[in-house]
């Protein structure tokens, strides 16, 4: 691929294409400011009209309390002057005040409690002295003070769900996405530079992937990591969130729906400038800071409801196995040598790699064994599997029978390493030994306790059978199928359907 400058899309980024490297950087400078500013004005409206909805109500409780009026009277008769110019005034106060004041700069939650009181505490004194000015003979002083805590909840509520959306949504919310540069031309450059300075999103641009190396881009974007004929073992290897291409399209169209393709096989989102492609696993398309994500898997707001249920779940359930954890652990210490709990290296979101608890079920030194019984294998494919392995403690096989051993994975699903539903999480020398690039795709969602595997059968199902259930789970996902799939694996627990 000879890098190339793709002038119409630059031009529709914003950029000059016969600009300076200084000239375009500060063009994007300015562009993020008025991203910031605009995303401002909005919580800025948001808060006028939440606010002024809030003395609305106070205002006209106050007002029939205080006329002897009902709600059907003060609806048939007009309204006062008085209310509008109050409404008015507070409003031209307001918005200046609550800019003064830094409510909308980015801050840690007690900074943003705290001006949001500051805030309050203006809008509430503001409220009282033009309230005595408008309306003289009415008292205002205890709707001042109750206008003051209703609206320090209508502040705090909408950013507090921001919050949460960012803390327990989704994972790429909470992690530095590594990222790929397809291209090392100058649109190549501009899109590193926008990467690594973009204001809602920490970006790991690892490097860029061309024909050839390409000094100026070594300097500017990362290392050379492949050629294009490369990809697919690449993507095998190496951890890789988004691959944003920058590459011109009418010459490098082919090149391009290669790369698509390749992430589509790998669970992988591709982001590029404008132009749409097909691909047959896309969930959605959406526009995001004048590029086009292909969607890989589904990324919505249900995800919010299905972490919102992990942690429910998962802190209910080792609330009250806590007892039952309590027996085990101290049965593990005593019937064989060796810690309680083993914790493993398995792949999780996009082949991150974590550390899996589990109950300890079996003999110490038991992954230096695993070379010495790999014949004994009954599974087919890269996985491995023994019906009854030599290195099971007694206790240990009471445990792996009622899945009892998975229990404190409840903690990796309160870190958001896991799920309670989703793809099982695999071990280093399974996933090694892949060899094909859409056995990847499976790598897309976060790994989970229980899946359609093991409602289907455990154990007993082939690798074939086992990835096909993975794939299709990845496919259809819905809040109303991950119900289904915790409500069928008590039953698949409870008489041990397909355990080892």
């Known amino acids: 691929m000879t890098p190339q400058v793709n002038t119409i899309t630059e031009e529709r980024l914003g950029f000059d294409a016969t600009a300076t490297p200084a000239q375009t950087e500060a063009a994007m400078i300015v562009q993020n400011r008025t991203f910031r500013m605009l995303r401002d004005m909005r919580w800025m409206l948001l808060d006028l009209v939440l606010l002024t909805a809030t003395l609305l109500q106070m205002g006209l409780a106050a007002t029939l309390r205080h006329r002897g009026m009902t709600f059907s009277q003060w609806v048939a008769g007009s309204v006062a002057v008085s209310d509008v110019m109050l409404v008015v005034a507070c409003l031209l106060v307001?918005?200046?005040?609550?800019?003064?004041?830094?409510?909308?700069?980015?801050?840690?939650?007690?900074?943003?409690?705290?001006?949001?009181?500051?805030?309050?505490?203006?809008?509430?004194?503001?409220?009282?002295?033009?309230?005595h000015v408008v309306h003289p003979g009415i008292p205002l002083a205890w709707n001042a003070m109750l206008f003051f805590f209703a609206g320090t909840a209508v502040l705090l509520l909408p950013r507090l769900a921001v919050m949460a959306w960012a803390q327990l949504g989704l994972a790429e919310s909470r992690t530095k996405l590594n990222v790929v540069v397809v291209g090392s031309g100058r649109q190549a450059h501009i899109m590193a530079w926008k990467l690594r300075h973009h204001a809602n999103q920490d970006y790991n641009v690892i490097g860029y992937i061309d024909a050839v190396p390409n000094d100026s881009a070594d300097r500017e974007i990362g290392q050379h990591l492949c050629t294009l004929d490369e990809l697919e073992p690449f993507l095998m290897e190496h951890a890789v969130d988004e691959m944003h291409i920058a590459l011109p399209v009418k010459s490098h169209y082919n090149e391009i729906q290669h790369v698509v393709n390749m992430c589509a096989l790998a669970g992988i989102e591709p982001h590029y400038p404008a132009e749409l492609f097909s691909s047959d696993v896309t969930k959605s398309t959406r526009t995001q800071d004048g590029r086009v994500v292909l969607r890989m898997t589904?990324?919505?707001?249900?995800?919010?409801?299905?972490?919102?249920?992990?942690?429910?779940?998962?802190?209910?359930?080792?609330?009250?196995?806590?007892?039952?954890?309590?027996?085990?652990?101290?049965?593990?210490?005593?019937t064989s040598k060796g810690p309680i709990f083993f914790q493993q290296t398995r792949y999780g979101l996009n082949k991150r790699r974590f550390g899996m608890l589990k109950f300890r079920s079996m003999v110490v030194d038991a992954e230096a064994r695993q070379a010495d019984i790999e014949h004994m294998n009954?599974?087919?494919?890269?996985?491995?599997?023994?019906?009854?392995?030599?290195?099971?403690?007694?206790?240990?096989?009471?445990?792996?029978?009622?899945?009892?051993?998975?229990?404190?994975?409840?903690?990796?699903?309160?870190?958001?390493?896991?799920?309670?539903?989703g793809p099982r999480p695999l071990n280093q020398r399974d996933v090694q030994r892949f060899s094909e690039l859409h056995l990847m795709r499976r790598f897309s969602v976060l790994p989970g306790m229980t899946g359609l595997w093991q409602v289907s059968g455990r154990s007993s199902l082939g690798f074939d059978q086992w990835i096909t259930l993975d794939l299709k789970y990845i496919d259809e996902w819905s809040l109303k199928l991950d119900m289904r799939i915790l409500l069928m694996t008590i039953p698949a627990v409870l008489f041990g359907r397909g355990a080892s």
């Open 378 to 421: 009954e599974a087919g494919g890269p996985v491995f599997k023994i019906t009854r392995d030599p290195r099971v403690t007694r206790l240990g096989a009471f445990l792996r029978k009622t899945s009892l051993d998975e229990l404190p994975q409840l903690l990796n699903v309160l870190k958001g390493q896991m799920s309670l539903v």
């Open 298 to 334: 589904h990324n919505d707001s249900r995800m919010l409801l299905k972490r919102m249920m992990d942690i429910t779940v998962s802190s209910l359930v080792l609330l009250i196995a806590s007892p039952i954890m309590l027996i085990i652990a101290i049965g593990v210490k005593l």
């Open 94 to 131: 307001w918005a200046p005040m609550m800019w003064a004041v830094g409510l909308y700069r980015q801050y840690s939650l007690r900074a943003i409690v705290s001006r949001v009181l500051l805030s309050m505490l203006i809008c509430a004194t503001t409220v009282w002295g033009v309230g």
